[in-house]
Every structure is written in structure tokens, then in C-alpha cells.
């Protein structure tokens, strides 16, 4: 059975700073991965997906993530985040079939 | 479009109501879901229909739960009774997903129903 892995339940950052939330799955076969993104009182959205192809995915408001087969990650980036990317992050992964499984949450706190 | 639409967005009640949670997926979906959300246990799949049949309904917490869709566009949550354990923000997410089952589509979630059980 697959699962999902967030390493970091709460990443505090300085804005304009780089931030990395980490990200491990587990599955014995091909997999799609997800990052949501949650804003307070909102439901998940998506930020950007990984399907096939290009290991390094690009997604909205300037987060990127990339997939690591050997290593089974798929870490979302940011080179500089904004007080507005303030928000609770969630990856995902999907094996085929109707299920997705979504990890635990990481709460990335940007500070002034 | 309009996203996924779920009403009410607060919901306070004493235990024992009987409490009704609504949700309208996108048009063209075809595949629902019901998400549970508490700062305890995270987010935890209660159930999910695929072109309005129950899939697998293993995450429901209790017989007091359930869930159902009468038409393609539409899905009811019911709990009852209703207990204290019972509080959280419910979601429901919409999704296409083709005929074959290996799908890469996404889901869509609407902005939640926060219910606080008194």
C-alpha cells in the first residue's frame, strides 16, 4: 500500500528567505504526486502535479517541485517567499485507481 | 466554472441533531469524495463515488454517518445523531476520472463545512 511522508510538520521562514518542504512517498509501483496548497478558512487547491516526463515540475505562485525516483521524494522549492505564501502544504500521491493518499501537512509560517 | 460548492459553510448544533452537509461537484465530474479535517488526525477520507455509486466508504466513522448521491451533480453528508466528536471542517472534492481507472486528474475541493457540535 502506498503512503506519504511530510518530514516537517511546521516550517518557520523569513520572507524573501528559500524554503524547501520535504516530501517522501512510498509505493511499489509508478505513482502521481500533488502539492495542495491550504489558506485559512479555504479548501485545497492545487499547486502543481507530477504525471510523467520532466522530473522538475513548475506550478503557481512561483513553487516548483522535483521527483526523485531513486530516492522516492517529490520536494516542493521556492527560491523567495512572500508573507502571502503563509499557508498549510499538503503532498499527495496517487498509484491509479480512484484514491489519493495525502500526507499530514507541513505549516510554512513566513515572517517579516 | 464554478468550483465545488458545499453549504453550509458553519454549521453549530446541539448533540443529538441530526446535521446535513451539502456539496455540488463541478459539471463533467464524475467522482466525489468527503474529506474529514481536525488539527488530531489531519485530513481523512471518509468516502468516495464514482459516477454516483459508492466506491469505498471504509473512512465513514460510524453507522451514525452517511453519504449519499442522489444525481450526478449532488451529494448529502448526514450525520445523526450528532456527537461532540464529531466537530470539524468536512470538505468535499470533485474529480474526472475517466473510464479506465489509471487516472492523473486532480481533485477540486470546496471551501468546507466548519461544524461545531455543543
Known amino acids: 500500500a502506498q503512503s506519504v511522508t511530510q518530514l516537517d510538520s511546521q516550517v518557520p521562514v523569513f520572507e524573501e528567505a528559500p524554503v524547501e518542504l520535504r516530501c517522501n512517498y512510498s509505493?511499489?509501483?509508478?505513482?502521481?504526486l500533488f502539492w495542495y496548497v491550504q489558506y485559512p478558512n479555504q479548501g485545497l487547491q492545487l499547486l502543481l502535479k507530477?504525471?510523467?516526463?520532466?522530473?522538475l515540475v513548475k506550478g503557481i505562485n512561483g513553487f516548483e517541485a522535483e521527483f526523485n525516483k531513486s530516492q522516492t521524494s517529490f520536494h516542493l522549492r521556492k527560491p523567495s517567499v512572500h508573507i502571502s505564501d503563509t499557508a498549510e502544504y499538503f503532498c499527495?500521491?496517487?498509484?491509479?485507481?480512484?484514491?489519493?493518499?495525502f500526507g499530514a501537512g507541513t505549516r510554512l509560517f513566513v515572517k517579516a | 466554472d464554478a468550483g465545488v460548492i458545499q453549504s453550509p459553510r458553519h454549521e453549530v448544533t446541539e448533540m443529538g441533531q441530526e446535521v446535513t452537509l451539502r456539496c455540488k461537484l463541478i459539471?463533467?465530474?464524475?467522482?466525489l469524495f468527503w474529506y474529514r479535517q481536525t488539527m488530531m488526525r489531519g485530513l481523512e477520507l471518509l468516502i468516495y463515488?464514482?459516477?454516483?455509486?459508492?466506491?469505498?466508504d471504509s473512512g465513514m466513522p460510524e453507522d451514525r454517518f452517511s453519504a449519499k448521491m442522489p444525481n450526478a451533480s449532488f451529494s448529502t453528508l448526514k450525520i445523526q445523531p450528532s456527537e461532540p466528536r464529531d466537530s470539524a471542517v468536512y470538505f468535499c472534492?470533485?474529480?474526472?476520472?475517466?473510464?479506465?481507472?489509471?487516472?492523473?486528474?486532480?481533485?477540486?475541493f470546496g471551501d468546507g463545512t466548519r461544524l461545531s457540535i455543543l
Open positions: 472534492a470533485s474529480s474526472a476520472i475517466p473510464p479506465f481507472l489509471n487516472s492523473n486528474q486532480p481533485q477540486h
Open positions: 509505493s511499489s509501483v509508478s505513482v502521481y
Open positions: 507530477y504525471l510523467s516526463g520532466s522530473t
Open positions: 499527495a500521491v496517487r498509484t491509479g485507481g480512484f484514491k489519493t493518499i
Open positions: 459539471s463533467g465530474h464524475n467522482s
Open positions: 463515488f464514482n459516477n454516483n455509486v459508492p466506491i469505498d
